[in-house]
């Protein structure tokens, strides 16, 4: 693995133990929320059948999900230590025979050498916003993705409306803007439960993922979420439950509304792979993409 990759590997193998725990729908209700929107979108978006691809598998919640819906899974990570707790999930629930694991960065998908085609890919809650050569991620989709399959991500957008309200009314104008400064921040990635585990992150905008992706086409996008707490403020749902089941409603109306889907935690990209494009490893570097 490359050096620029080992501090994320690092943290994500150090927190790989107790994800599930940090994380769960009893600790975390907005992760919950955010999980469960996830996966129906991603079964709407691949039918039953679908050979994917996923980019961060984590401790592989997508992938089992998907299998169970009867899709097949090359499942990446770059922590050896989720990618091992995946495995054991997989292998607990007998589901190996749809499910692959390697351990590998998004920045190096062009290592996989799969016997065909894939019908699609995802890469859920962040994965490309630890990712530092994003072209190479889409150089390598570009050619690993059947024309006309569909790539599903979700990224940390500059603009978060939620984020710059709570911080605004806590009086942190630095927190609530910290997304428009450029470059790469340390980002933590367990809540704020007492453990400094960071991970270097830039935060994305539509026109970077569109720049990196010029095998594919804009197909939709959407804000997730967008008026609900994100995970770090997740003790606000167990606060004011009653508020943030009416603010649901607000939420679905506008989340997948021009300016609207630009504003959330996330920004969920639905990207279909062009059929006239032909991309090859050992064509065009990455200066060539526009």
């Known amino acids: 693995m490359k050096p620029e990759y080992d501090s994320t590997s690092e943290a994500f193998d150090y927190i790989a133990a107790d994800y599930d725990s940090i994380y769960s729908p009893e600790s975390n209700l ?10 129906a979108l991603l079964r709407k978006t691949f039918p039953r059948g679908s050979r994917l691809l996923e980019l961060g598998c984590g401790t592989g919640e997508e992938a089992i999900f998907l299998a169970k819906t009867g899709c097949e899974i090359v499942a990446t990570d770059i922590s050896p230590k989720m990618a091992s707790i995946t495995l054991q999930k997989v292998m607990d629930q007998k589901l190996d025979h749809r499910i692959q694991i ?9 290592k996989l050498q799969p016997p065909q085609s894939f019908d699609g890919a ?13 072209h190479a991620v889409g150089k390598a989709l570009a050619h690993l993705i059947r024309p006309g399959g569909l790539f599903l991500t979700s990224v940390m957008g500059q603009t978060s ?13 630095g927190r609530a803007f910290r997304r428009l400064q450029k470059g790469w921040h340390l980002a933590p990635v ?12 830039r935060y994305l905008t539509s026109s970077q993922i569109i720049e990196a992706f010029p095998g594919f086409a804009l197909k939709h996008i959407m804000a997730l979420p967008l008026f609900l707490p994100p995970p770090y403020a997740a003790s606000l749902w167990k606060k004011h439950p009653r508020f943030f089941r009416l603010m649901e409603r607000a939420e679905f109306r506008f989340h997948k509304k021009w300016p609207w889907y630009f504003l959330g935690d996330h920004t969920v990209f639905v990207l279909r792979r062009q059929p006239n494009q032909v991309y090859y490893n050992n064509l065009a570097d990455d200066s060539k993409h526009t």
């Open 30 to 39: 907005a992760m919950a929320w955010m999980r469960k929107e996830s996966l």
């Open 102 to 110: 390697a351990v590998l960065p998004a920045g190096m998908l062009d």
């Open 190 to 201: 367990a809540g704020d439960d007492g453990r400094k585990v960071v991970v270097p992150t």
């Open 161 to 173: 409306l939620f984020e710059i309200a709570w911080y605004l009314l806590n009086l942190q104008p």
């Open 122 to 134: 995802y890469a859920s809650f962040g994965v490309l916003n630890c990712e530092p050569n994003l």
